[in-house]
């Protein structure tokens, strides 16, 4: 009979699993910063100035996102991004390059958490500890 290694009980499954998925999130946050544009800012005032003197511009489908209506807004409006075009003043995101940057990231963790639920308790901190530690 082989001489078979430890399992990890529920609980120790459920913590090294727990704790795997938070290092991908802090890693895939790092990613997503490092690949974001700066964004500009622009206060009140600046914004009520563009406004006036035609900087800033409303979105071509302004009208279909905002309703007025006895004094309540209806639709889809919760920033002013949605009506006014602030691409200038907004962080831009390369949504391509960042889904290729995180693609590594998540076929690590899934061969990792393949790895923690099939393997044995004595290879999952070290596991853990490696994947925190990688770069990506």
Known sequence: MKNEAPRMSALQMNHALNRLSEISNEK???????????????????????????????RRDAASRLVVSDNHYRGTLN????VFDLKAYTSSDDNKKVEAALKPLRAEMSVLKD???????????????????KKF
């Open 79 to 82: 920033y002013l991004t949605e």
């Open 28 to 58: 895939a946050e790092a990613i997503k910063a490092r690949l974001k544009g700066p964004a500009r800012e622009l206060t009140g005032k600046q914004f009520v100035t563009g406004v006036k003197n035609g900087s800033i511009k409303l």
């Open 115 to 133: 790895k923690l639920i099939l393997g044995d308790s004595s290879d999952a901190l070290k596991l853990i500890e490696a994947f925190a530690a």
